[in-house]
């Protein structure tokens, strides 16, 4: 007779020999889940992308490249913003695709400096509407303390690009190097700075596709003063990303797997607002796997998670920060979760997409 930890261990062999199958994009077309964060974006990112440009640089998928240039050590990240609607509560496209792109160097341990900026612009789109999103980037530009230095614009048919598109790049100068989540050993602590979820709902939510009301705005702020705080007074942090597309547990699983550790999360340490687990609920979804556009998941030495969270709790945007997990040696490769309800799961990459269009 099978018990119940050799079923458990026989779950795990097989997750385990999935993972370890070369990545094929086996769908003959690109689907909306190609572009959720989650397990079709990785293996579509690895069967492709990694396959064909693979390079040291390239190679730990960090969220920005780190690059020598004579004695300089810089961080270089590019992203594009295709959210809808353009426009949502606590911002819109424009300051979130500085705000997304300031994130990505800081996590990485840089000081962002410089930014290019690229506009795919719809026939028939409102020159006003243009204005706005533009004025956004030049505030949030100025808030984080960088210049966007260069750019380009094109129009297309109508139709074509849902209104406007908008692709960035980043350059900062590293203050810090050897962070990443290749680095991350048992014993470590995971934290998060704040409230998850709060951008992806906020999202659904503007779509008017729910009769929902909510009192609730995207998170999306710049974290390089909240990330240069926490480097300053804690030495031992490992590793920084921000939850974007995937949400938290997408990052989780990246720890696990580069790392080959475990992540063990408590449920009831996870802040999570009302409103977002409500509206989660509503739509069935796990705030866990819901976008933040504000927020980071660190990893830190153990000993010095205290010193984390004070660090972190210190800025306004860490004033909600929370000590979720830790980091075990067994099973490699996965994230357990400590449930409410007393019971652990496996929480896995994001099947499927359940809030698209997102960031």
């Known amino acids: 007779m099978t018990t119940t930890s050799e079923r458990e261990q026989q779950v795990l062999d097989r997750i385990e020999r999935a993972r370890r199958r070369r990545a094929k994009v086996r769908e003959e077309r690109i689907t909306l889940s190609h572009g959720a964060g989650g397990k079709a974006t990785h293996t579509l990112i690895e069967a492709v992308f990694l396959d064909a440009f ?9 969220d920005s490249a780190s690059l020598t240039i004579g004695d300089a050590r810089l961080a270089l990240t590019t992203d594009s913003y295709v959210v809808s609607p353009l426009f949502f509560p606590g911002g819109n496209i424009g300051d979130l695709a500085v705000n997304g792109t300031v994130n990505d160097l800081a996590v990485s341990g840089a000081r962002p400096l410089y930014l290019t900026a690229g506009f795919i612009l719809e026939e028939g789109f409102p020159v006003e509407d243009l204005l706005k999103i533009v004025e956004s980037m ?51 602590a995971v934290l998060v700075s704040g409230p998850i979820g709060d951008h992806g709902v906020t999202i659904m939510l503007a779509r008017g596709e729910l009769d929902i009301d909510a009192d609730l705005e995207s998170d999306t702020a710049p974290v390089h003063d909240l990330v240069a705080g926490l480097l300053a007074a804690v ?90 997990g830790r980091i075990a040696d067994d099973p490699p490769g996965i994230v357990l979760l400590n449930t409410a309800f007393g019971g652990t799961r496996i929480v896995d990459l994001l099947v499927g997409d359940p809030l698209p269009r997102i960031c």
């Open 54 to 62: 693979r390079n040291p640089l390239l190679e730990p998928l960090e």
């Open 138 to 188: 030049k505030d949030a530009a100025v808030e984080a303390g960088v210049q966007i230095v260069t750019g380009d614009t094109k129009v297309v048919q109508r139709g074509k690009a849902d209104g406007v598109y908008v692709n960035t790049a980043g350059v900062g100068v590293l203050t810090r190097t050897g962070l990443g989540v290749a680095t991350v050993k048992p014993g470590d």
């Open 235 to 324: 030495p031992g942090v490992r590793a920084m990303r921000d939850a974007t597309r995937g949400g938290v547990a997408t990052i989780l699983n990246e720890i696990a797997k580069a790392a080959e550790v475990a992540v063990v999360v408590d449920e009831n340490a996870v802040p999570v607002r009302e409103e977002v687990r409500g509206a989660s609920e509503l739509l069935g979804i796990d705030p866990l796997y819901v976008a933040c556009e504000g927020r980071i998941v660190v990893v830190v030495d153990g000993s010095q998670a205290s010193d984390a969270l004070a660090a972190l709790r210190a800025h306004p945007l860490g004033a909600d920060a929370a000590v979720i």
